[in-house]
């Protein structure tokens, strides 16, 4: 199994529950994961791992004007950490906002729901809808396929919890409604970015 230390976060490479892979395919097949290792968890046609850095790569995986919509669909559940999540929330951005100008496919990425800090005023920016997911995941381990393990200090317990903050998927692209009337299955809050700018 592979075992965390929540509390010292040893470990930033989880992998997505399956509840979200089973929602996510329902926007389309899954064309790139932008961010993942050789297991190719989340099972896309392409993926970078870290030794292909997709940090530095073109994620725009569909032709401008060919109807991508539905069949460029690029996920990133980036690595969660206090050094890192600034600047791979930047990147997101970036590919996002580029994807919906050149209508190259569609992005949705999974995040810490944070919004004391900057990097999710950020995605509140640029992104064209936030959906908050319901409870807590629980992420998963690629070598074993089972929920990860996690060490509490306080209980000197291995156990299966959630992780410890609330998470939300945002998405760039134009089929903002297909989006959020495939995650509002889960029974989570959302938000309508381009309508809440509108009514702003």
């Known amino acids: 199994m592979g075992y965390v230390d929540l509390n010292a976060n040893k470990k930033t490479n989880w992998c997505t529950p399956p509840k979200c892979r089973e929602l996510l395919v329902q926007l389309g097949p899954l064309k790139l994961d932008a961010c993942t290792s050789a297991h190719n968890w989340m099972q896309?046609?392409?993926?970078?791992?870290?030794?292909?850095?997709?940090?530095?790569?073109?994620?725009?995986?569909g032709q401008p004007g060919d109807g991508s919509a539905g069949r460029a669909l690029t996920w990133c559940n980036f690595?969660?950490?206090?050094?890192?999540?600034?600047?791979?929330?930047?990147?997101?951005?970036?590919?996002?906002?580029?994807?919906?100008?050149?209508?190259?496919?569609?992005?949705v990425t999974l995040a810490p729901a944070r919004p004391d800090?900057?990097?999710?005023?950020?995605?509140?920016?640029?992104?064209?809808?936030?959906?908050?997911w319901k409870g807590r995941m629980t992420f998963y381990d690629p070598d074993t396929g089972a929920p990860v393990l996690f060490y509490s200090k306080k209980?000197?317990?291995?156990?299966?919890?959630?992780?410890?903050?609330?998470t939300l998927l945002a998405y760039w692209g134009r089929r903002t409604e297909r989006f959020l009337?495939?995650?509002?299955?889960?029974?989570?809050?959302?938000?309508?970015?381009?309508?809440?700018?509108?009514?702003?």
């Not at 970078?48 to 725009?60: D, L, R």
């Not at 999540?85 to 496919?105: A, F, I, L, Y």
């Not at 209980?155 to 609330?166: E, L």
């Open 181 to 200: 009337e495939v995650f509002r299955q889960q029974g989570g809050v959302w938000f309508d970015l381009n309508l809440v700018r509108r009514a702003a």
């Open 44 to 61: 896309a046609e392409q993926f970078y791992t870290p030794a292909t850095n997709g940090f530095v790569q073109s994620w725009e995986c």
């Open 155 to 166: 209980t000197k317990k291995w156990s299966s919890p959630p992780v410890p903050v609330p």
């Open 79 to 107: 690595e969660w950490s206090r050094d890192t999540s600034g600047k791979w929330v930047r990147r997101v951005c970036e590919q996002g906002e580029k994807m919906r100008q050149n209508d190259t496919g569609e992005l």
């Open 117 to 132: 800090t900057d990097w999710f005023r950020n995605l509140w920016r640029s992104a064209d809808a936030i959906y908050f």
